[in-house]
Every structure is written in C-alpha cells, then in structure tokens.
C-alpha cells in the first residue's frame, strides 16, 4: 500500500534539506492473531484537552487488511470486543462490549451490571479501544473463530 506525502506532510531530503514530496509503503509481515487498535480520543487543541465524540463507523466483521500484506496472504480481522468511555478528560466512565465466542451474543459490562445488548449499538461515539481476533484463528477454549 503505497501514500504520497505531500503539502504539510513532505518530509526533509537528508541531503539537500528541502521538504520533498514522496511516496512511503507499508507492508506487514506477520499478522497478530490479536489486533487491538486504539482510537483518538483525547484532544490537546483545547485548554485542558478535549473529548472527541466523533462516531468512527469500524467493521464487526471482515476488517480486511489483506492489501497491507508483504505476501499474498488473506487477512480479515472479526471484532469481538470495546473498551468504551464517557465522560470528559478530566472524569469518566469506562463500560465494555463484548462478544460471546459460542453465542456471538454481544454483552455490556457496566461495573457489576453485565446484560446482553444489541449488535446495533456496538458502534458508537464511546468506542475508545477495539479488539479483534484474525478470522480462523483458536479461541483460547480451543473452538474455531470464523
């Protein structure tokens, strides 16, 4: 996967120490059976930093990172859990959702409130981390994740 770096993000030529516009690649290896992708949620523009509630619109199902492959190698990612929080910087709360690995019910964790909930809502402007499993990998109880 190839981005061109131009405007304000041109690097500095190491040799004639002018900003040039370029192209960067990335390519992954090896993928994690885990991926945990933490998202931005926390603003220094502000006085005393800011929350961002911007709802980011991330797949349950089928996270395809197959073009950022070194090889040609499928991999889809499911989401299978979020660590949520609301509130502001400076007090908050954390929840969590959860997917059942047999069920594929999804769960809120609310303190020591725990109630099936519906799949819908598992995307919201709360979403602060995201867990996901690489499609076909073990669950740790042995059991197959599709």
């Not at 007090?91 to 959860?98: D, K, L």
């Amino acid at each position: 996967m190839f981005t061109v770096l131009d405007g304000d993000e041109k690097p500095t030529c190491s040799k004639c120490q002018k900003r040039q516009k370029c192209t960067r690649s990335l390519s992954i290896q090896k993928f994690p059976r885990i991926l945990v992708v933490h998202l931005k949620r926390f603003s220094t523009q502000e006085r005393f930093g800011g929350k961002l509630n911007t709802t980011v619109d991330f797949s349950m199902n089928g996270l395809d990172l197959s073009p950022y492959s070194a090889g040609q190698t499928p991999c889809r990612y499911s989401l299978y859990g979020v660590a949520n929080h609301s509130g502001t910087l400076l007090s908050g709360h954390y929840t969590a959702y959860c997917r059942h690995p047999y069920t594929a019910e999804w769960y809120e964790y609310n303190d020591s409130r725990v109630h099936v909930m519906d799949q819908r809502n598992v995307n919201s402007g709360k979403a602060y981390v995201l867990f996901f499993e690489l499609a076909g990998s073990k669950h740790r109880s042995g059991s197959t994740h599709v």
